[in-house]
Nanobody, 114 residues
Framework: QVQLVESGGGLVQPGGSLRVSCVAS????????MAWYRQAPGKQRELVAI???????MYVDSVKGRFTISRDNAKNTVYLQMNSLKPEDTAVYYC????????WGQGTQVTVSS
């Protein structure tokens, strides 16, 4: 079973940047369409960005032009580069496959605050 470990979160000021990473165990990682999700306090988990096995990407409107999802299949890792961060981006960030069918990791906390 694929296990996911997210890292790279932290506290950043509005307008700042942060890159979060997700390492997946298992050699079948390369066939998955992977995604980043986030969950803010008191809100449901939402899909933020998707990347297919061949590198095609899709973003939710609220992060378009600010966030970039990428993957390194050789390292079984998916990244989310976040620029021009806003306070409303504050959330725990998780990775999973496109349908959220893998076991969820612990997530990584991103806090945008001055």
């Amino acid at each position: 079973q694929v296990q996911l470990v997210e890292s790279g979160g932290g506290l950043v000021q509005p307008g700042g940047s942060l890159r979060v990473s997700c390492v997946a165990s298992g050699s079948i990682f390369t066939i998955y369409t992977m995604a980043w999700y986030r969950q803010a306090p008191g809100k449901q988990r939402e899909l933020v960005a998707i990347i297919t096995s061949t590198g095609s990407t899709m973003y939710v409107d609220s992060v378009k032009g600010r966030f970039t999802i990428s993957r390194d299949n050789a390292k079984n890792t998916v990244y989310l580069q976040m620029n021009s961060l806003k306070p409303e981006d504050t959330a725990v960030y998780y990775c999973n496959d496109r349908h959220g069918d893998l076991s969820w990791g612990q997530g990584t906390q991103v806090t945008v605050s001055s």
